[in-house]
């Protein structure tokens, strides 16, 4: 179990390099489309589209499961490591293919939430400023309620007491009912 724990969060971490490389630059995808479409099926020249990047769930898990057989492949045949002879590393194969398509719509959340900060981020700060004066405003208010309230109990405080009505005691009371 942590083997693989470890091996699902460097998974998670590939995941990212990979979104945030292919984010940047998407030569290898462009060179193969290049290779594979003809000249009217090609993709624009302004298109950042990659094999993970700006890709849908379907294309991009073909891309993980394919990339990471690859790697589990040369592993097996070069290396005495027997990636698809035991549960084990079957188990570790599956890690870090769902791993790395994790790390991928990590990564994406996180370039999303960046431009979308940038984007907005003047209205950002009009909109905090408008937070702060409002609750400025309303620590005002509850001053002033609180110092009214205070004027209101001394007021009536200050004001004559009211007579007392003659009750019984409780002794009295208890002697009427018969208990005492």
């Known amino acids: 179990m942590g083997i693989e724990l470890v091996i699902f969060i460097a998974a998670i971490l590939f995941g990212i390099f ?3 490389r292919e984010s940047n630059s998407n030569g290898i995808y462009r060179f193969i489309n290049k290779i594979l479409n003809s000249k009217e099926l090609q993709m624009a020249p302004n298109s950042k589209k990659g094999f993970i990047y700006q890709q849908s769930f379907i294309p991009r898990l073909l891309f993980v499961v394919a990339l990471v057989l690859i790697a589990a492949l040369v592993v097996e045949f070069l290396t005495p ?6 549960y084990n590393g079957i188990s570790a194969f599956a890690s870090f293919a769902v791993g790395t398509l994790l ?3 990590l990564a994406n959340m ?3 939430s960046g431009q979308v900060i940038e984007a907005q981020s003047e209205s950002l700060e009009d909109k905090f ?3 702060v ?3 400025k405003d309303f620590i005002e208010d509850l001053k ?4 009214k309230e205070i004027e209101d109990v001394t ?3 200050n004001a004559e007491p009211m007579p007392k009505v003659d009750e019984k005691s409780a002794r009295d009371r208890l002697k009427d009912k018969g208990l005492m």
Do not use: H, M, N, P
């Open 18 to 20: 990979l979104y945030w």
């Open 81 to 86: 490591i027997s990636v698809f002879g035991s």
């Open 103 to 105: 790390g991928t719509y």
């Open 110 to 112: 996180v370039l999303k």
């Open 129 to 131: 400023e408008t937070a």
């Open 133 to 135: 004066e409002k609750g």
């Open 144 to 147: 002033t309620r609180d110092a």
């Open 155 to 157: 007021e009536d405080i």
